[in-house]
């Protein structure tokens, strides 16, 4: 039985998530389901969620995160429960067996320990054999580097907010 490909986005540099979701605006246009779940995020404002309404029904967005910033050094138990519900949520929409499964900043929710990294490669072998299930985050476990069928490293070179420029609505959010 062959296994979905698993497409991993990590690095410090910008564009893990924009990488995603290109290959999430990708699928919709052909008209494939696409599932993507947010470990750590909860702000409802950003262009990727706001948009759901208008891609519906392929393309699904849910948040498993508070709207603040979590604190790395020191996550709080609503932080954990939230992504433990995150990672079954995405149990269940393999069910559903879209064509991408993105799972945006879940490796950087295992490096904190928010997640167990052989909780997350337990739900990788359960990926039919026609999902691609995209994984983003900075600081990717190995374990999950070597289970990746195609790994990409953002590199940070330079950014605007080294010169004190805000983002922005539309590009950066």
Same mark, same amino acid.
């Given at each position: 039985m062959g296994k979905g490909m698993?497409?991993?986005? +990590? #690095?410090?540099?910008? &564009?893990?998530? +924009?990488?995603?979701? &290109?290959?999430?605006l990708r699928a919709v246009g052909h008209g494939y389901r696409v599932i993507i779940?947010?470990?750590?995020? &909860? *702000?409802?404002?950003? &262009?990727?969620?706001?948009? *759901? $309404?208008r891609l519906t029904p392929e393309y699904e967005i849910y948040q498993f995160g508070r709207e603040d910033f979590?604190?790395? $050094?020191?996550?709080?138990?609503?932080d954990y429960e939230l992504a433990g519900k995150g990672l079954e949520f995405a149990r269940e929409a393999l069910r559903k067996k879209p064509r991408l499964l993105v799972l945006d900043e879940i490796n950087l929710a295992a490096h904190v320990g928010l997640l167990k990294t052989e909780d997350i490669l337990s739900l990788l072998n359960e990926a039919p054999e026609e999902t691609t299930v995209v994984l983003t985050g900075r600081k990717a476990p190995p374990e999950l580097i070597e289970r990746a069928d195609l790994v990409t490293e953002m590199k940070f070179v330079k950014h605007p907010f080294e010169k004190n420029?805000?983002? *922005?609505? #539309?590009?950066?959010?």
């Open positions: 698993v497409y991993l986005y +990590t #690095g410090d540099g910008e &564009g893990k998530s +924009t990488s995603a979701f &290109g290959l999430a779940i947010q470990f750590m995020k &909860g *702000r409802k404002y950003i &262009g990727e969620y706001k948009v *759901r $309404e979590i604190d790395f $050094e020191n996550p709080e138990p609503l420029i805000p983002a *922005r609505k #539309g590009t950066e959010y």
